[in-house]
């Protein structure tokens, strides 16, 4: 039975990411968060580990499991990022370059190379202008690269890592003459999930609208109605992680990929929420900061190299994820 470790298991991803893994009954999951796991986690679990991912005592911990394969989803989002600048690179880069550390050393001593799978972001992109933004449309892995924020400077720097730890540094084999670590990452746009709110990003304004308009309370959202990035149905952003964890080595071109669904602004989101709860109550505060990151972020994402490598295609655009995804789900989640 394959040995998986999901950090961040109590975060939006990490939660549907153990559903969906616990669904499939094929391996032992050890779990890992800051916080005790919820409750309704555990089931799903085999070990749930309480404790921080860049203490090199936890990663201790882990490594007595001889892990086969890591989602490492633990991470400081953008907003929480800039509000402490030195404990997100304390926790997405140290911590990232731990669990790397970690996973060279069971794949050597297993003979069984280690696959990583490393959310990464549409953070990582810096876009010149919002002139330039709207110009340059979808964008592919390898433009506009330059960062403005901590998280997007972060995240940039661990799909670099994760290349160098894989393919260069010391350059440890299996028996069969294979890496012993197998990094990949994704990077994602903003996620949707009808069953939990995000907290400490900045594409949390999707989100943060639909699920009060759901509760019937009014939302003041933080960006202007024009503001525009990609965003992804929550199941999609599982599949996309468990779909890039099986493909083969040999099709897989490079190591980060761009995956992509929808691209809405602010004031097309509003207009869906307001079709399905017609009462709901949305105004707009922008506030500076959060606006400058988004307005830095890509509006689309070009995603071919993951379409041809390994077949990615969104099974939700925008109409089916609030028709058939969001709007049923997230009205069961507060009926009372
Ligand atoms: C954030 O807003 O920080 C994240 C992201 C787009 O990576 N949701």
Redesign the pocket.
């Known amino acids: 039975m394959r040995i998986t470790l999901v950090t961040g298991a109590n975060g939006e991803i990490g939660h549907s990411l153990l559903e969906t893994l616990a669904a499939s009954g094929d391996r032992k999951i050890i779990a890992l968060d800051l916080a005790p796991l919820a409750d309704d986690l555990r089931p799903m679990v085999s070990v749930a580990l309480q404790g921080d991912v860049s203490d090199p005592a936890m990663v201790d911990e882990i490594e007595k499991h001889d892990v086969q394969e890591i989602y490492h989803l633990a991470a400081l989002?953008?907003?929480s990022s800039e509000r402490n600048p030195a404990l997100a690179h304390q926790v997405n880069v140290n911590g990232t370059m731990g669990l790397l550390l970690m996973a060279r050393r069971i794949g050597a001593r297993t003979g069984r190379a280690v696959t990583f799978l490393f959310p990464s972001?549409?953070?990582v992109y810096g876009m010149p202008s919002l002139e330039k933004k709207n110009a340059a449309g979808a964008v592919t892995e390898f433009e506009y690269l330059q960062p403005t924020t901590m998280?997007g400077i972060n995240k940039v720097y661990c799909e670099q890592l994760g290349g160098y730890m894989s393919d260069r540094f010391g350059q440890l084999t299996d028996e069969a003459g294979k890496k012993v670590l197998d990094f990949r990452a994704l990077r994602?746009?903003?996620?949707i999930s009808a069953t939990t709110v995000?907290t400490g990003?900045?594409?949390?304004y999707a989100p943060e609208m639909i699920h009060a308009a759901a509760q019937g309370k009014a939302y003041a959202c933080f960006v202007r109605p024009d503001a525009r990035i990609p965003f992804m149905a929550m199941p999609d952003g599982v599949k996309a992680l468990l779909d890039l964890a099986a493909a083969p080595a040999e099709n897989l071109t490079q190591r980060v990929y761009n995956i992509g669904a929808f691209s809405p602004s602010a004031e097309e989101i509003a207009s869906k929420v307001m079709e399905a709860f017609p009462g709901a109550e949305i105004t707009y505060a922008p506030h500076p900061k959060r606006q400058a990151i988004i307005d830095s972020w890509c509006a689309d994402v070009n995603d071919e190299a993951a379409r041809r490598d390994w077949g990615w295609k969104p099974d939700y655009d925008m109409e089916r994820a609030f028709d058939e995804y969001l709007i049923p789900t997230i009205s069961g989640v507060y009926a009372v």
């Open positions: 989002l953008s907003t972001t549409i953070a998280y994602f746009p903003g996620l995000p990003g900045t594409s949390d």
